[in-house]
């Protein structure tokens, strides 16, 4: 089905494209509090053991708080369309940091810049160092993609259920979106900062993160966000 | 402002006066007046009338004839006797005719505690000859009269009397009849009573030294001699301005003497009873509503009234039941309502912008399904609000209603619910604007109109019913509007459902279905001032 011949297809492209209405893309994304993907707490990500000239250094980073991901918007084709395909039941967004769109006010606590700071444990040689910060800033995101499907529930259309499937974020590395810094109090500080913004330990941290934000329990949080904004969709 | 009672009386009055009216022509109603003994009441008839002595001049003229007489006759000389030195009239047998020639003028009303104070003016005379088989002689008295004197004689001071006997006929002009009645209620709560009582019928001058009575007849039976000049000495006494006020207090006495106020009365409570009875349906003892301190009537008459209306617009044999009333307006129809287009504000739902909202085909069924109920229907001294419930009476019996090109049957009430039916159209605004078009219906019960009905007019040829803030609350209402869409499209469907069952876009619908209805309310209201002005004039022979 196309959006020619299928007038749901428009509709779901106005839903998710109009600012003002319920069912935004960055709306459904926001919650103040922290149940979709703005703001986003990440228990632990862990980077695993790196050698360093023989030294086995360790990096776990934990309660990064990630802010600004719902300042996004729809994606645009080269020929001007929103992205946004629909197989069935299921939708399919790509979306682009930041937003834009005009009509779209960015709430208080979006962050102009998404921005992520976290606790960082690190082990040198098995050996714990006094706790250190992470903080980082993703200048832009090139492919936030959702999957979401709505579903009648036992009550019928007003209980119609979104659930979100997939949900990553894709960055352009190589162009430097993402920039890491790190506060640790050991002579390693300036390496690590520098091994941790290298492309492929961001992508190893990308890929980490989009494990954890799509994980059951993020999807299943954000599934119920979107259902109670399911009112763009014309129930209560 | 028209009272009630001041509506009531200018209604009647020009059929009280038309002789093709066979329910209200007054002569014809005069001529069914009963005694109890079920003898016609008219021409009323009467025993003796004392009228008393007859002073002044021509008294003492007629005194000094019959002394002559009885003089001559017994050749003794006599003088009236000074302690009754005038002639005693008395009218031992008397008919007063031509009562039914007469026409209601001006009324008065006034309201009081318990209803109303009516004067009626009636003037004499009105028809001539035969009018409809009913003979009008003009008001005329007749009957026999008596005449005595109290004679002294003046050798022996021995008291002697001189009686003259005869008959008389009498045409009494320059004089109206007002009669005074009174319009009450007696009993309390659901077992009162309308009566209307006349307590007074006067006959009154309309010009100075009126009435005036011309004797069309007087004879004296007796052989008396100077009988020429005793008749004249009667005839002066009798049209004297003194002994013609005695005349007219016998006559009012006999107008409203407690027999003849009794048939007035029997008769008119029957009529009265009749005729709200045929207009509103008869109220079976104890079934009036007992009202709260929120009705506020001018006078319990008034109420009385509106409780009789009460009654009738939920009684389904009244052909004031408001179902049919309601089945029965034929421009516009509203059983089924029906709107060619309805345009519907720009919406904003959840942050989306909807357009272009048009309902085409509107068609609202099962509204004539409709109750005031008694407890929420109140008069407001010269205007009624209620709040009227659709959809809330089981299906009716079959009826015949009337529609341009013919009438057609109906249950009256439908059966619930009340159902509503539109294609409609419109545009979600966003990124690609997205057309719509399908259709609605819907089921709605739990829908309450309320309503302002002001009757105006000084007649009920002039009897205007305005419906104001007639508007539709659906607040309580429960509806369930399934969409289908063109071309079909399931999930679209299921969405517009949704969107059509949200509150606030009810509420924009019906407030443009209210807009369209108060439109209308000018053909409405003319609508209900025909069914209502035909109810009555059906029940007073036009």
Redesign the interface.
């Known amino acids: 089905m196309t959006?020619d011949d299928?007038?749901?297809i428009?509709?779901i492209?106005?839903?998710l494209?109009?600012?003002?209405?319920?069912?935004?893309i960055a709306t459904i994304l926001h919650d103040p509090n922290g149940g979709a993907l703005d703001p986003r707490t990440i228990d632990s990500v862990d980077l695993g053991t790196i050698s360093l000239e023989g030294v086995q250094i360790g990096i776990v980073i934990r309660n990064l708080v990630v802010r600004g991901l719902s300042n996004v918007q729809v994606a645009f084709d080269s020929e001007g369309n929103?992205e946004i395909s629909v197989d069935g039941?299921s939708v399919t967004f790509h979306a682009v940091l930041p937003n834009q769109q005009a009509g779209y006010t960015r709430p208080p606590d979006v962050p102009a810049v998404a921005a992520a700071h976290g606790d960082l444990d690190v082990t040198i040689a098995g050996q714990p160092m006094p706790p250190g910060t992470i903080l980082l800033t993703i200048s832009a995101v090139q492919d936030l993609k959702g999957v979401f499907t709505a579903t009648e529930g036992a009550g019928g259309?007003?209980t119609v259920e979104i659930t979100f499937t997939a949900l990553s974020v894709g960055l352009d590395l190589a162009a430097g979106v993402m920039k890491i810094t790190v506060d640790l109090a050991t002579v390693f500080k300036e390496t690590i900062n520098h091994i941790l913004n290298q492309p492929d330990m961001q992508a190893s941290f990308l890929e980490k993160v989009n494990a954890q934000i799509s994980s059951p329990d993020v999807l299943a949080s954000l599934s119920q966000v979107a259902t109670k904004a399911r009112?763009?969709?014309?129930?209560? | 402002m028209t009272t009630l009672m001041g509506f009531i009386l200018n209604t009647i009055k020009p059929r009280v006066n038309d002789p093709a009216n066979a329910k209200m022509w007054l002569p014809a109603l005069l001529m069914q007046l009963r005694n109890d003994d079920g003898t016609p009441t008219l021409p009323i008839h009467a025993g003796r009338q004392d009228l008393g002595a007859l002073t002044g001049t021509n008294g003492a003229f007629v005194a000094d004839t019959f002394n002559s007489v009885y003089s001559i006759m017994n050749q003794v000389n006599t003088e009236p006797d000074p302690d009754a030195a005038f002639p005693l009239l008395t009218l031992p047998d008397v008919t007063l005719d031509g009562l039914q020639n007469m026409k209601p003028g001006n009324t008065n009303d006034r309201p009081v505690a318990d209803g109303y104070i009516v004067d009626i003016d009636l003037a004499f005379g009105a028809y001539s000859a035969e009018v409809e088989g009913i003979p009008m002689p003009p008001l005329t008295f007749s009957g026999r009269y008596e005449i005595e004197q109290k004679l002294r004689v003046v050798a022996t001071g021995a008291k002697e009397t001189i009686t003259g006997h005869g008959s008389f006929t009498v045409i009494v002009t320059d004089c109206k009849l007002v009669a005074t009645a009174a319009a009450a209620i007696t009993g309390s709560g659901a077992d009162r009573v309308n009566t209307i009582t006349v307590t007074a019928l006067q006959i009154v001058g309309t010009v100075p030294n009126a009435p005036n009575l011309n004797f069309t007849q007087l004879t004296l039976d007796d052989d008396l001699p100077q009988k020429e000049e005793v008749m004249a000495a009667i005839q002066d006494a009798l049209t004297d301005p003194q002994a013609s006020g005695a005349f007219i207090t016998a006559i009012n006495g006999m107008l409203s003497s407690g027999a003849n106020l009794e048939s007035v009365n029997r008769l008119l409570s029957e009529k009265t009873s009749g005729v709200l009875d045929g207009i509103f349906g008869p109220v079976a003892a104890g079934a009036l509503p007992v009202d709260g301190s929120e009705q506020k009537a001018l006078t319990p008459v008034d109420q009385y009234m509106f409780d009789r209306v009460r009654l009738a617009l939920a009684d389904p044999a009244s052909s004031w039941f408001l179902p049919l009333q309601l089945a029965s307006s034929d421009d516009p129809v509203l059983e089924p309502y029906s709107n060619p287009q309805v345009d519907v504000p720009d919406q904003?739902?959840?942050?989306?912008a909807y357009t272009h909202i048009v309902l085409t085909d509107v068609l609202v069924s099962g509204a004539s399904n409709a109750n005031a109920p008694l407890d929420v229907t109140i008069l407001a001294t010269s205007s009624f609000s209620s709040r009227i419930a659709l959809g809330s009476l089981p299906e009716g019996p079959t009826h015949s209603v009337p529609r341009q090109g013919g009438s057609v049957s109906m249950p009256v009430p439908p059966a619930p619910p009340v159902t509503f039916s539109a294609g409609f159209s419109l545009v979600?605004?966003?990124?690609?604007p997205?057309?719509?078009k399908g259709n609605i219906v819907a089921t709605i019960a739990n829908v309450f109109v309320p309503m302002t009905v002001t009757p105006t007019g000084a007649d009920v040829d002039h009897l205007t019913i305005t419906l104001s803030q007639v508007s539709a609350d659906v607040s309580a209402a429960q509806i369930s509007p399934t969409v289908s869409l063109d071309p079909p499209?399931g999930?679209?469907e299921?969405?517009?459902?949704?969107?059509f069952?949200?509150p606030d876009v009810q509420q924009q619908i019906l407030a443009a279905l209210n807009t369209a209805l108060a439109e209308q309310e000018g053909a409405i209201s003319q609508q209900f001032t025909q069914i209502a002005r035909s109810a009555i004039l059906s029940q007073i022979g036009n």
């Open positions: 959006a299928n007038p749901l428009d509709m492209e106005n839903i494209l109009t600012p003002s209405s319920d069912f935004y929103p039941d259309l007003s009112a763009a969709l014309g129930t209560n | 904003t739902i959840k942050g989306l979600q605004q966003g990124f690609k997205v057309p719509l499209n999930p679209l299921q969405i517009l459902n949704m969107l069952a949200k």
